[in-house]
């Protein structure tokens, strides 16, 4: 059993940053991917990056240049760091960690907004 615990949202203004952390624990693989999606209320929820075990990464075109992932193998931890934030990036961010299945994160609310 795997178990995902995400931090580092919160309130920034237009152009500003965050960092957001989710540490996996548990019955962790040697071999797997981990990734964020964001959703918005009355939307579906996307896809914005994902990171392989060999550090590999994918994000979406909305956030390409912007937002930056990476990882922490020793500790099972992985970064979404997100520059430049806009008010269309204002979302709840669920980290997953995907091996034989997939385990998602409780969210964490990112607000932008001046």
């Known amino acids: 059993q795997v178990q995902l615990v995400e931090s580092g949202g919160g309130l920034v203004q237009p152009g500003g940053s965050l960092r957001l952390s989710c540490a996996a624990s548990g019955s962790i693989s040697s071999i797997y991917t981990m990734g964020w999606h964001r959703q918005v209320p009355g939307k579906e929820r996307e896809p914005v990056a994902t990171i392989t075990h060999n550090g590999v990464t994918n994000y979406a075109d909305s956030v390409k240049g912007r937002f930056t992932m990476s990882r922490d193998n020793a500790n099972n931890t992985v970064y979404l760091q997100m520059n430049s934030l806009k008010p269309e990036d204002t979302a709840v961010y669920h980290c997953?960690?995907?091996?034989?299945?997939?385990?998602w994160g409780q969210g964490t609310q990112v607000t932008v907004s001046s």
């Open positions: 997953y960690y995907r091996f034989n299945s997939v385990v």
